[in-house]
């Protein structure tokens, strides 16, 4: 998954957008923006397992 983040101009000020491959997310600061981005990156990265019933039934 691409995460971008990019700064949006707008005529009430600046906001910021978190951009997850076609989805958006918009922030109204760069820090949390930032930490958005960050525990998506942590929590993407994480390892993850399936529940037991998914696991029968693929097998």
Same mark, same amino acid.
């Given at each position: 998954?691409?995460?971008?983040? =990019?700064?949006?101009? =707008? &005529?009430?000020?600046?906001?910021?957008?978190?951009q997850l491959d076609q989805h958006?997310?918009?922030?109204? &600061? #760069?820090? #949390?923006?930032?930490?958005?981005?960050?525990?998506? #990156?942590?929590?993407? @990265?994480?390892? @993850?397992?399936?529940? #037991? &019933?998914?696991q029968r039934a693929a097998s």
């Amino acid at each position: 998954m691409k995460i971008l983040i =990019k700064e949006l101009a =707008k &005529s009430q000020g600046t906001q910021w957008q978190v951009q997850l491959d076609q989805h958006a997310v918009t922030f109204r &600061s #760069e820090a #949390e923006a930032r930490a958005f981005a960050n525990t998506l #990156e942590t929590r993407l @990265h994480a390892p @993850h397992r399936f529940p #037991e &019933s998914q696991q029968r039934a693929a097998s």
